[in-house]
Structure formats: structure tokens, C-alpha cells
């Protein structure tokens, strides 16, 4: 009887533990798509750190993505969109949450995005699935970068245009 009892309790007290569960790096990429007047193109990151807080239900995520992972397949156009925005000084973009809800498999995110050294308040809507004990958690969102930079990257004397669009998939292991 105290085996079963005893049993039980690290049943129960492991049910209602959080676990930290971290990014695959190798599955997770973020990609970035913009706009310029002679042409469009997309830059991906597949580096990117992250974990979350999971107690049955997401209560907390942390990612960072350093600048220079992105590659748009044109490696003079990243270097100049680089030190346009001043990636020795500003390294990262990260964000975090713990205000997140979930109906059904969307779930939302309010929380704090910073880049370029500034900081911003966010709401991202995502899809949320479990699949092969993996959380997978898939949208995307636009970002102003005039809300971030002083000056908007150029190329031949034309910026790029303000609105990019973030598209991220991410696998956090259970």
C-alpha cells in the first residue's frame, strides 16, 4: 500500500511540474521576405536558440536569432543589409512571451520583440500542433522596420520597403 502511495505522488507531482523544453535547431528556421523597387527575396535563419516553459500548456518562450545567421543567397546584398542595420552593434532580434493563450491549435503570443536595440510590444498568432513529441508552432507576422531603424536599408538609393514579413517554423522537443 505505501509503494502505490508513494507511487502516486511523483505521479501526481510530476503531472504538475514545468518542464523547459528547447528548439531544434536542426528542424526550426525563421525566414524574412522584403520587397526593393528592381526586386523581392527572402533570407532564412536555421540557427536560431530557444525554449520554452511547458506545464501542459505553453506558459513561457525565449528565442534569440543572431543577425547574421540569415542568408538570402546573395552574400553582397546580406553584407550591406548588415551594416546598414549595425549588426556589430546590435547582434540579435529576440522575443519573448508569457502571456500566451490557446484555442483550439491557434495559439497567441503578447509579448516583447527587440531588434536594433529597441524594444516593442507584439501580438503574433500561430498554429500550434504536437506532432512525434515535438511541439511544432508555424505563422507568421509583419514587422515595421521604421519602428527599429532610424533609416531603412538602401540599395542603389532606394530603400527597401518598411513592412517585412516573418515567417517562422519551430519544433521544441517534449
Given at each position: 500500500?505505501?509503494?502505490?502511495?508513494i507511487f502516486l505522488?511523483?505521479i501526481?507531482?510530476?503531472?504538475?511540474?514545468?518542464?523547459t523544453?528547447?528548439?531544434?535547431?536542426?528542424?526550426s528556421k525563421?525566414?524574412?521576405?522584403?520587397?526593393?523597387?528592381?526586386?523581392?527575396?527572402e533570407?532564412?535563419?536555421?540557427?536560431?536558440?530557444?525554449?520554452?516553459v511547458?506545464?501542459?500548456v505553453?506558459?513561457?518562450?525565449?528565442?534569440?536569432?543572431?543577425?547574421?545567421?540569415f542568408?538570402s543567397?546573395?552574400?553582397?546584398?546580406?553584407l550591406?543589409l548588415l551594416?546598414?542595420?549595425?549588426?556589430?552593434k546590435?547582434?540579435y532580434?529576440?522575443?519573448y512571451?508569457?502571456?500566451?493563450?490557446l484555442?483550439?491549435?491557434?495559439?497567441?503570443?503578447n509579448g516583447?520583440?527587440e531588434?536594433?536595440?529597441?524594444?516593442?510590444?507584439?501580438?503574433?498568432?500561430?498554429?500550434?500542433?504536437?506532432?512525434?513529441?515535438?511541439?511544432k508552432i508555424?505563422?507568421?507576422?509583419?514587422?515595421l522596420?521604421?519602428?527599429?531603424?532610424?533609416?531603412?536599408?538602401?540599395?542603389?538609393?532606394?530603400?527597401?520597403?518598411?513592412?517585412v514579413?516573418i515567417?517562422?517554423?519551430?519544433?521544441?522537443?517534449?
Amino acid at each position: 500500500m505505501m509503494k502505490k502511495l508513494i507511487f502516486l505522488f511523483f505521479i501526481v507531482n510530476f503531472s504538475y511540474s514545468q518542464s523547459t523544453l528547447m528548439l531544434d535547431k536542426v528542424k526550426s528556421k525563421i525566414n524574412y521576405k522584403t520587397k526593393h523597387i528592381f526586386n523581392s527575396w527572402e533570407g532564412v535563419n536555421n540557427d536560431i536558440n530557444g525554449v520554452m516553459v511547458y506545464d501542459g500548456v505553453i506558459s513561457k518562450i525565449a528565442l534569440a536569432v543572431k543577425l547574421i545567421d540569415f542568408d538570402s543567397g546573395n552574400s553582397n546584398r546580406d553584407l550591406q543589409l548588415l551594416e546598414s542595420i549595425e549588426i556589430l552593434k546590435f547582434p540579435y532580434v529576440k522575443f519573448y512571451s508569457e502571456e500566451i493563450e490557446l484555442k483550439g491549435n491557434e495559439i497567441t503570443f503578447n509579448g516583447e520583440i527587440e531588434f536594433h536595440g529597441k524594444k516593442k510590444q507584439i501580438k503574433i498568432i500561430a498554429i500550434n500542433q504536437t506532432i512525434k513529441n515535438q511541439i511544432k508552432i508555424q505563422g507568421k507576422f509583419q514587422l515595421l522596420l521604421s519602428e527599429f531603424l532610424e533609416n531603412i536599408p538602401a540599395f542603389m538609393l532606394f530603400e527597401i520597403e518598411n513592412d517585412v514579413t516573418i515567417s517562422f517554423e519551430l519544433y521544441f522537443d517534449e
